[in-house]
């Protein structure tokens, strides 16, 4: 008898390989403007990995969108063959045993898409299914996992992958204003890929998942969203300042239908699995739905050694849990992610 | 039906009556029990944690120990866990000391908002001259009467009379009419603002422990929450109309 509500089998990472402290970004972009600077020193990141050219001949790196996008579909390629063979290595398996693909950005517009590209350089069948989502932000990592999951709810034994790619130095934009800083000292690039498959039930510490509840706060549409700006010939992210406090407010929501839905109390969650969103973000979370600085100690170091790595965050949050040998069978974890719409996105788990 | 602990709810206030003067399991397992009973359903306001017979809890049950057995940690995890619980429920917790509150006893005030005592109550802290710890008073008693006190208390053990405790920050009324004392210290929280409250004691709780830096940021996403609460709004609200 296969069990509907599919496991997660294996998680893989990657990040690229140059890594930058905070101090080292403001020195290479000669950022002087003080209010940067302080944001950059205040966002209790120590370092992000990022892909940033040697300088040009005016001493500071700088890439047209033409480059940007260029960078974002090579080193999707470049993180994602990483991150899967990670996550298939362990299981014995490769690409080929594939039966699903669902690939997640936000950080490069390409057409056609990400699962295309993966399917004709890594190995993948011609007859994988496939699913990009594109442009939901940070919480797209749950807006992915909800259909994959139910494509493994309603195809039992059969594999599924879903792999979130961030290249967010791809949509980086330099000068010296704040409304680039706050994004300029936040987001770090990373990939995650995730592999679920709906089977027997078995004695052992891979969580289920059990269901998703979504919350969506359209007063807040424009908070969080891509604009064009001309003067860069750029796409260019702007983040309100008071997101963090929004997000807060409805965190509750989502939540409680979330527990209420299964007939669960906040206290029988063991562990939360919450995208790095910032530090301010991480706050408000906490405050709100009345977790500890323990329950968000993963969240809170991805955030620290990766800054916020977009739609693959909560996967390296879920990584760290799984290695720190916590987990005991019968727990129970929730997911969170937010992002733009404004968004709030959870997932129940059982292990 | 409740063997080491009695439990009642008359209006907004819940009392919680230690009747087993030793802590043991079932205990726990009780004082769990009524801990889901006040976050799920219980609309009271004020919960009032107390003795029995002339004392306050005189700590753990030795009996439970048995020396050809292997010592076992998850019990003493199990007590903190609910000592926690307690001390974040969304009420003003109060206790109320009437003779000794020894080791677990003693343990159990530190938790509550505040304690209001009878003047032959003591506290003593017993636990490191039989060769234990003190559970997470450790933790929490430096934060209330100093580093240089709680060494004193801890590690010399003495019985601390409730005059005493009350100088030292332990204690907040000594009274002989401990009813009229426990009615005039609810009185003083006043409305009891759920959401107020439980960050502000929050926010106390960590303020040791935390940098200005990260305070900052819990402070502001706390208070965000409390502005958005209906006391608030109505506050403003009343401001206005006035």
Redesign the interface.
Do not use: S
């Given at each position: 008898m296969i069990e509907p509500h599919p496991k997660i089998l294996s998680v893989g990472t990657a990040n690229p390989p140059d890594r930058y402290t905070q101090e080292d970004i403001l020195k290479l972009f000669r950022v002087s403007n003080p209010t940067v600077r302080s944001m950059f020193s205040a966002s209790h990141i120590e370092g992000r990995h990022l892909v940033i050219p040697e300088p040009d001949e005016n001493g500071v790196p700088h890439e047209n969108q033409e480059a940007l996008l260029r960078k974002h579909r090579k080193w999707s390629l470049r993180l994602a063959q990483e991150a899967i063979e990670k996550a298939l290595a362990p299981q014995g398996m490769t690409t080929a045993d594939i039966d699903y693909l669902c690939c997640i950005t936000s950080t490069g517009f390409m057409l056609p898409g990400l699962t295309a590209m993966f399917i004709k350089h890594l190995g993948f069948r011609v007859d994988c299914h496939r699913t990009d989502v594109v442009g939901m932000g940070c919480n797209a990592g749950l807006n992915g996992l909800n259909p994959t999951a139910n494509w493994c709810a309603a195809n039992p034994g059969r594999n599924a992958l879903m792999v979130c790619c961030e290249v967010n130095s791809a949509l980086y934009v330099y000068d010296d204003e704040i409304t680039t800083g706050v994004v300029n000292s936040l987001f770090g690039d990373g990939c995650a890929a995730v592999l679920l498959r709906s089977e027997p039930p078995e004695e052992d510490l891979t969580p289920r998942i059990i269901d998703f509840y979504s919350h969506i706060i359209p007063d807040e549409w424009g908070a969080m969203r891509y604009d064009w700006t001309t003067s860069h010939g750029k796409f260019s992210f702007y983040l309100d300042r008071d997101v963090p406090y929004v997000l807060g407010i409805h965190a509750e929501t989502p939540v409680n239908g979330l527990l209420e839905r299964n007939g669960l109390k906040r206290r029988d969650i063991d562990h939360w699995i919450i995208h790095s969103g910032g530090k301010k973000v991480i706050d408000a979370i906490k405050y709100n739905i009345g977790i500890s600085e323990y329950d968000v100690r993963h969240t809170v170091n991805v955030l620290r050694h990766f800054g916020n790595l977009g739609s693959g965050s909560f996967l390296f949050s879920y990584k760290r849990l799984m290695e720190e040998g916590t987990v005991r069978r019968g727990d129970r974890g929730v997911m969170m992610t937010m992002g733009p719409g404004s968004t709030i996105e959870t997932a129940l788990l059982h292990w | 039906m409740n063997q080491t602990i009695q439990y009642e709810e008359n209006g907004h206030i819940a009392r919680i009556t230690l009747v087993r003067s030793r802590i043991n399991m079932e205990m726990v397992r009780e004082l769990t029990a009524v801990c889901?009973h006040l976050?799920?359903n219980s609309k009271c306001k004020v919960v009032v944690l107390q003795g029995a017979d002339g004392r306050f809890c005189e700590g753990i049950d030795f009996a439970e120990f048995k020396p050809d057995q292997p010592m076992d940690i998850h019990g003493f995890n199990k007590w903190e866990k609910i000592s926690a619980?307690i001390e974040r429920l969304p009420k003003a917790i109060i206790a109320v000391l009437d003779g000794p509150a020894k080791g677990g006893g003693a343990q159990l005030a530190l938790v509550a908002d505040a304690v209001v005592a009878t003047p032959n109550a003591t506290i003593q802290f017993d636990e490191v001259h039989l060769g234990f710890l003190p559970g997470m008073a450790t933790f929490r008693l430096a934060k209330i009467v100093g580093l240089g006190h709680a060494k004193r208390l801890i590690m010399q053990s003495p019985v601390v009379t409730a005059t005493e405790a009350q100088q030292l920050g332990i204690v907040s009324s000594v009274s002989a009419d401990v009813e009229t004392a426990l009615a005039e210290t609810i009185d003083a929280f006043g409305p009891i603002h759920n959401v107020a409250v439980?960050?502000a004691r929050?926010l106390l709780n960590e303020s040791f422990s935390t940098e200005f830096?990260n305070a900052i940021?819990?402070f502001?996403?706390?208070q965000?929450?409390a502005i958005?609460q209906t006391p608030f709004l109505e506050t403003i609200k009343k401001h206005q109309d006035e």
């Open positions: - | 889901d976050e799920d619980r439980t960050l929050r830096e940021g819990n502001l996403a706390a965000h929450r958005h």
